[in-house]
């Protein structure tokens, strides 16, 4: 059963950048599209940025488009979240979560998520 562990979650000023990991164990994710989310307190998730299973397709929600940058490593069994010019707002939890294909790269059709970890953005 795949399970999937984020990390590289922490505390950064504002303009700073984290680098998200999304761990996979049990199965591959090497067929699979992988997606982000993020949920901050009071707020619904809302969804990031997907990337399909070759890393040829990506997309990004207009909040971050531009900041952060989506990738996978196949043979690691990892995707990656790059985040770049951090904003105040970007404080949330982030998730990373698999689907089978990219056209259902949507909070509700993803087929496995993670515990995620924690961004604060805060002077």
């Known amino acids: 059963q795949l399970q999937l562990v984020e990390s590289g979650g922490g505390s950064v000023q504002p303009g700073g950048s984290l680098r998200l990991a999304c761990t996979a164990s049990?199965?591959?994710?090497?067929?699979?599209?992988i997606g982000w989310f993020r949920q901050a307190p009071g707020k619904e998730r809302e969804g990031l940025s997907c990337i399909n299973s070759s890393g040829s397709l990506t997309n990004y929600a207009d909040s971050v488009k531009g900041r952060f940058t989506i990738s996978r490593d196949n043979v690691k069994n990892m995707a990656y979240l790059q985040m770049n010019s951090l904003k105040a707002e970007d404080t949330a939890v982030y998730y990373c979560a698999v689907s089978l294909l990219f056209g259902t790269c949507v909070s509700g059709r993803m087929t496995a998520w993670g515990k995620g970890t924690l961004v604060t953005v805060s002077s």
């Open positions: 049990g199965s591959t994710l090497t067929s699979k599209t």
